[in-house]
């Protein structure tokens, strides 16, 4: 990949699946890895192939089904065991990578690990080496395509951190991935970690620096954005931002964010934007999770206007509202919203377009019609204006 080209990482069907209430079955993941592949996601993290029976069975039919299109991973702790049984599943996608994690942090190496520093580091090495020489019994796979992500590395020390990423990648390697497991990280400080292993550990050249962003403080878009300006070049994310507790950066806002201010980052990504809004409204349907009606990029109220300033403004050139062309993430329908901050000029246009020609009188008394209606009504919609228009139109 050129290097003003973010890798997008989506990880809707093993992280995102790990939001409560969000879990999908086979037949389920395969249809939203179809919609991924769509979309234009370069690596598509399937599942953890040893968490269960399914997993692993859905990781191997994505595998299967789409291994040509997209690169297909599935996760794995530091564990042989894990490892095997991530190549099982994975072994006859054409593109494939395992993604293996360890936890880096002191909270995590005390009381859930237990484990020293030392220990740490060289699991970590021995199992970066297990997993590429397992993939590499493969003749045609000359570079194993192994991630590594020390866990909670956004609460790790620094030069920890960097000693791990060092050896990682000595050991083989290719995608360090810098998780913010807790959503602890803010920009500046996840700028610093990004900017202190990219200046700090002398092999990180040989590897592509991941971003993997939890939302719990609302900050996994801005923090991936963040370490795009400091060297990151692939982002984790999710579609509608899914994941544990509060979630994963969202897919669809780091795109549009990158694509909008192309001006800002000078980076590009591979996804066809147009298929954002279909991808989320899959997304949705398949997990029962609705998506929040101001949510950015594919929320109902998105592309939504209803100030009549607004309105009059979107009617003379749209860009005076919008920064973005709905087309462009897929999103087609009306996005004037008649409502009772809605002006006369909003109220014309919809007249007209549903086919009336009224004279000024006539549409001044169906305007305000209209707005003691709006004061009873959340929504007008376009066949309550035919009905206020029909009303008088009778009268002359
Ligand atoms: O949040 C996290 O740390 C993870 C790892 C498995 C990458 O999801
Ligand atoms: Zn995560």
């Not at 994505?62 to 190549?87: M, S």
């Not at 995590?108 to 740490?120: D, N, S, V």
């Not at 300006?229 to 579609?239: L, N």
Request: aromatic share 6%.
């Amino acid at each position: 990949m050129a290097d003003d080209t973010i890798t997008i990482f989506d990880t809707t069907l093993r992280d995102g699946e790990q939001s409560p209430g969000c879990s999908m079955d086979t037949d389920e993941k395969v249809e939203i890895a179809g919609a991924l592949v769509e979309l234009g996601v370069d690596v598509i993290e399937a599942g953890f192939p040893i968490a269960s029976p399914g997993d692993f069975e859905a990781v191997q039919r994505v595998a299967r089904t789409y291994g040509e299109r997209a690169v297909i991973c599935g996760l794995a702790r530091c564990r042989t065991e894990d490892i095997d049984r991530a190549w099982e599943a994975l072994q006859d996608a054409k593109n494939v990578r395992i993604h293996i994690f360890l936890a880096t942090s002191a909270v995590h190496r005390e009381y859930k690990l237990k484990m020293a520093k030392e220990e740490i580091v060289r699991r970590a090495v021995d199992m970066v080496k297990y997993t590429c020489d397992r993939m590499a019994s493969r003749s045609d796979i000359t570079r194993p395509n192994v991630e590594f992500s020390p866990e909670d590395a956004a609460r790790t020390e620094l030069d920890f951190l960097c000693e791990v990423v060092e050896k990682a990648i000595a050991a083989g390697a290719t995608t360090v991935n810098i998780p913010d497991t807790v959503g602890y990280a803010t920009p500046n400080h996840y700028f610093k970690v990004i900017k202190t292993l990219k200046e700090q550990v002398p092999n990180i050249h040989q590897a592509v620096i991941s971003t993997h962003c939890h939302n719990d403080l609302g900050l996994a878009v801005a923090n991936s954005l963040s370490a795009i300006e400091a060297g990151a070049r692939q982002v984790e994310c999710t579609i509608n931002g899914l994941g544990e507790r509060a979630g994963n950066a969202a897919l669809e806002e780091v795109v549009m964010a990158l694509r909008t201010r192309q001006d800002y980052y000078g980076v590009r990504t591979n996804i066809n934007t147009p298929r954002l809004y279909p991808t989320s409204r899959l997304v949705s349907s398949v997990t029962g999770m609705a998506v929040q009606r101001n949510k950015a990029i594919v929320g109902q109220n998105a592309f939504a206007h209803e100030a009549g300033i607004h309105q009059h403004g979107m009617l003379q050139n749209r860009t005076t509202y919008e920064i973005m062309r709905p087309q462009d993430v897929g999103f087609v329908g009306t996005n004037l919203v008649l409502g009772k901050h809605s002006g006369r000029h909003a109220l014309r246009d919809r007249v007209q377009s549903l086919g009336y020609q009224l004279d000024e009188e006539t549409l001044q008394k169906v305007f305000d019609d209209f707005i003691a209606l709006a004061d009873k009504k959340k929504e007008i919609y376009d066949a309550d204006i035919s009905a206020l228009v029909e009303n008088r139109s009778h009268e002359t």
